[in-house]
């Protein structure tokens, strides 16, 4: 059919099943809009700043595994989107991001609202398009939602010419995509696999080194039955937190700047890991060089540039972590459990030397508290979205996750501010779950303005704020290692974050005891309108254990013992 | 030659389209990488094009590069070069006035000549491996050459 290119973007939309957009118009996306305003097959959310449509895409995905969706316009529209490519870029999360541009006539003149968009996008995105010509757009825009689900997931971003998107062209959405320079890897090979399979059963003290791969290929449910049947601990990345459920036994917990003792330690001295769906970020190897040391690596993952890029894998397997664990659970009968029981003890041993625990010592609330409440409170019927800083880290430290995709934040980039909008797009994504954010009273200044998005279109996401008055996490490092220098982290001149929820429409509460907590957490649940739950907590809490930055995973700064002052 | 300097030669075959060699430049510069030499040119009867990279550093950035090439949608293949042939081409622009036959002899140690001839200067061309130009270059200084233009290397694996 013979349709415009803004009619094109509306059906491949339609084809691809995408029932939520997140954007922002502007001059050279109208007619995109104006196409959006004559259908009925998908709903549009108007966040209140482009970076947060991005992020709310991203919370979409990650809560619903499908490609997450924003629309932007040219010029400052573009520039606000960036923050959120490169942080599904880092984070390997699949979304398809459309831009307008100025007509194919303008570009290169510096006209209005013209910025070089796939120049800028280039080194955050996994793929991107600059559209000269509308029949290329059914092409180009298959191959982009393709491109961001396949293979190592990412955003794809697509530049749309304002004339592009008038001009008519023939629509065939059926065409088949020829993609002869792209062919991901799914299936690993056989005889690596055998070869692991072996190393792992001759290995006596094999370590699992869960990551956020494993959710992004939908297999967290064959890895937690390889687990079972082999009765090897695991420790999970930050971004992994929910592929074990936490009441798992074999489960230590999460490594790296601020795992678990038990986890460090496991890792530490482990004959043999078995990383699945990971790629050894430095705050999770800490010291390279000591990382792991008397271990070989078993290394599976769907990005061959990721393997032996930080630590040499003796067991390099490129593929689908799914299809792969799933190959391996074929030869699981090789290995025997019994084989690990005294390593199991050892990491029993850990665990009661340094649990993962935090002192209720002072007046006010301990942030962890807060953390480990929602947990009993709501436990798996929330979904838990989160923005930078310590209240991150005590959330994956404390919350007591049972699924995948139940946890959501911004791992590789940090980006402060990615929260409150991704709880809004977990919330769309998955409506029966309830959506948490637990943020600080630092970050939530940085995407505030979502407030409206979320009363205007009745999203009842809830911000526990947990605040310190503080830029918590780096007032932590300047207390620990600038000898107090607090530069510019206290926040004692706030808002009135109660006031502020008010202003636009939804509710607030101020709490300063547990009871006052419950109370509020109860309330804002029934309420079911977006709220801000702000909890006065300790200020100096630091999070503990922490590797400090370059150092070795064992030489951790651990939480002082009670009686030990 | 020290690890952090190792000279390498890749060639990378790419779908011959806007915006293919930024895409690839920007991952040596994103890491502060200069490219000594760079040749592309279209692969006869096909949709693809050859480059010729010529860098230098350290191996493991190096690979990571590679590795990182091999992702990027429009790349084909990368090759590594270990065991290649390599050629370079250089023209030189000399005054008329200079020793014209000994030029021609030098030229054609190195399988150039001289290919044209104006009214004040003559124009040479030679084509061997980038180390004997380097030398062919030393040697044709003392005919004061007014103008060199490298063409960068050209790799095929043996
Ligand atoms: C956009 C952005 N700017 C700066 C930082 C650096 N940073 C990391 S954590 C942090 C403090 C966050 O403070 P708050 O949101 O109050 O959380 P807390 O650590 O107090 O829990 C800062 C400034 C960042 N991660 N992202
Ligand atoms: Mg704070």
Not at chain 1, 24 to 46: C, R, S, T, W
Not at chain 1, 515 to 531: G, H, R, S
Not at chain 1, 539 to 560: A, D, I, Q, T
Not at chain 2, 55 to 75: C, D, N, W, Y
Request: hydrophobic residues 40%; proline residues 4%.
């Amino acid at each position: 059919m013979q349709i415009s290119g803004a009619q094109m973007v509306i059906e491949a939309f339609i084809a691809e099943g995408v029932d939520t957009v997140f954007g922002y118009p502007g001059g050279a996306i109208m007619n995109v809009y104006d196409e959006i305003y004559k259908q009925d097959k998908f709903e549009h959310i108007l966040n209140r700043h482009e970076q947060a449509s991005v992020h709310a895409a991203e919370g979409y995905s990650k809560a619903s595994g499908k490609v997450g969706v924003a629309m932007i316009t040219s010029g400052p529209g573009f520039t606000n989107a960036v923050t959120g490519l490169a942080d599904a870029y880092m984070d390997s999360i699949p979304l398809v991001v459309i831009s307008g541009q100025v007509p194919m006539s303008l570009i290169g003149t510096d006209a209005f609202q013209e910025i070089d968009a796939v120049g800028i996008s280039r080194s955050c995105t996994k793929h991107n398009y600059l559209v000269t010509d509308a029949k290329d757009l059914p092409r180009i825009l298959k191959e982009a939602f393709y491109i961001a689900r396949s293979g190592r997931p990412g955003p794809v971003h697509v530049d749309i010419p304002k004339d592009v998107t008038a001009q008519i062209a023939e629509f065939d959405y059926e065409i088949e995509l020829d993609l002869e320079t792209y062919k991901p890897h799914t299936k690993g090979n056989p005889r690596q696999i055998k070869k692991a399979i072996e190393a792992i059963a001759k290995a006596k003290r094999p370590l699992f080194y869960l990551g956020g791969g494993i959710i992004n290929a939908n297999a967290a449910y064959e890895v937690r039955e390889f687990v079972q049947k082999t009765g090897i601990p695991a420790v999970e990345t930050f971004m992994a937190r929910g592929v074990l459920s936490h009441d798992d036994e074999l489960l230590i917990g999460m490594l790296g700047m601020h795992g678990s003792y038990a986890s460090n330690m496991a890792m530490s001295e482990t004959d043999l890991v078995i990383g699945l769906g990971v790629r050894f970020d430095d705050r999770v190897t800490g010291k390279l060089s000591e990382f792991a040391k008397n271990a070989d690596v078993i290394h599976v993952d769907i990005d061959p540039a990721s393997i032996s890029k930080l630590v040499n894998a003796d067991y390099p397997i490129v593929g689908d972590v799914k299809n792969v664990v799933a190959d391996m659970l074929e030869q699981v009968g090789k290995i025997d459990s019994e084989n690990y029981e005294s390593w199991r003890e050892t990491i029993i041993n850990f665990n009661e030397l340094h649990p993962l625990t935090f002192h209720e010592d002072t007046d006010r609330i301990k942030p962890q508290w807060v953390v480990k409440r929602v947990g009993e409170l709501l436990g798996d019927s929330a979904n838990i979205s989160t923005d930078v800083g310590q209240h991150q880290m005590w959330a994956g430290q404390f919350y007591p996750f049972t699924r995948p995709r139940q946890f959501i934040s911004s791992s590789g980039l940090g980006t402060m501010g990615f929260g409150f909008p991704a709880a809004i797009g977990v919330k769309a994504a998955s409506p029966e779950k309830t959506s948490i954010n637990f943020t600080g009273d630092g970050s939530i200044l940085m995407n505030v303005q979502e407030l409206m998005t979320a009363v205007e279109k009745k999203i009842p996401v809830i911000n526990i704020i947990l605040n310190n008055n503080f830029l918590g996490m780096v007032r932590q490092w300047q207390t620990l290692f600038y000898d107090k220098r607090h530069a510019e982290t206290d926040l004692s001149v706030q808002p009135d974050f109660v006031k502020l929820a008010e202003a636009f429409g939804g509710i607030g509460y101020r709490v300063k005891t547990k009871e006052e907590f419950d109370a509020a957490l109860k309330d804002a649940v029934e309420k079911n309108i977006v709220a801000f739950i702000e909890v006065i907590v300790e200020r100096m809490e630091n999070v503990m254990p922490m590797v400090p930055s370059g150092g070795s995973l064992f030489n951790m700064m651990l939480l002082e013992k009670k009686g030990d002052k | 030659m020290t690890e952090e300097n190792q000279r390498r030669v890749v060639s990378v075959i790419v779908i011959n389209e806007a915006s293919v060699l930024s895409r690839i430049t920007d991952l040596f510069s994103g890491r502060g990488y200069n490219i000594t030499s760079l040749t592309v040119a279209p692969i006869p009867e096909s949709k693809y094009s050859r480059l010729t990279i010529v860098t230098a550093g350290s191996v493991r950035v190096i690979e990571q590069i590679t590795k990182q090439l091999h992702k990027l949608i429009p790349v084909l293949r990368v090759y590594e070069h270990e065991d290649m042939v390599e050629k370079e081409m250089a023209m030189i622009k000399l005054p008329i006035s200079e020793n014209l036959s000994d030029i021609n002899t030098l030229c054609e140690a190195y399988n150039g000549k001289i290919v044209n001839a104006g009214e004040n200067t003559i124009i040479a061309m030679v084509a061997d491996e980038p180390k004997r130009i380097d030398n062919f270059l030393k040697a044709i200084k003392r005919y004061n050459p007014k103008e060199i233009v490298r063409s960068g290397a050209v790799a095929l694996e043996r």
